[in-house]
Nanobody, 115 residues
Framework: QVQLVESGGGLVQPGGSLRLSCAAS????????LGWYRRAPGKQRELVAR???????NYADSVRGRFTISRDSAKNTVYLQMNSLKPEDTAVYYC?????????WGQGTQVTVSS
């Protein structure tokens, strides 16, 4: 069974930056897409950013231009660089590996943007 381990969350002031990482416990040879989702208090989980196996990316309107998703296939790792953070970015962030036949999820990492 594959496990996804996230890191990089924490407390940051508005305007600050954080970089989230998500590594798979073993090599996954077939991936449709890698993604980051978030769930804010009292809200449903939403897509933040996604990158396909072909390298195409898409972002939520609320983060476009501030967040960047990237991957290191050799390390089975996906990253989310978050700049110009706002209080409304506060949420638990989850990584996702979308593979044929199964979706893997990380355990979630808390990001809090507050002064």
């Amino acid at each position: 069974q594959v496990q996804l381990v996230e890191s990089g969350g924490g407390l940051v002031q508005p305007g600050g930056s954080l970089r989230l990482s998500c590594a798979a416990s073993r090599r996954i040879f077939s991936i449709n897409a890698l993604g980051w989702y978030r769930r804010a208090p009292g809200k449903q989980r939403e897509l933040v950013a996604r990158i396909t196996s072909g390298g195409n990316t898409n972002y939520a309107d609320s983060v476009r231009g501030r967040f960047t998703i990237s991957r290191d296939s050799a390390k089975n790792t996906v990253y989310l660089q978050m700049n110009s953070l706002k209080p409304e970015d506060t949420a638990v962030y989850y990584c996702n590996f979308d593979t044929p036949g199964y979706n893997y999820w990380g355990q979630g990492t808390q990001v809090t943007v507050s002064s």
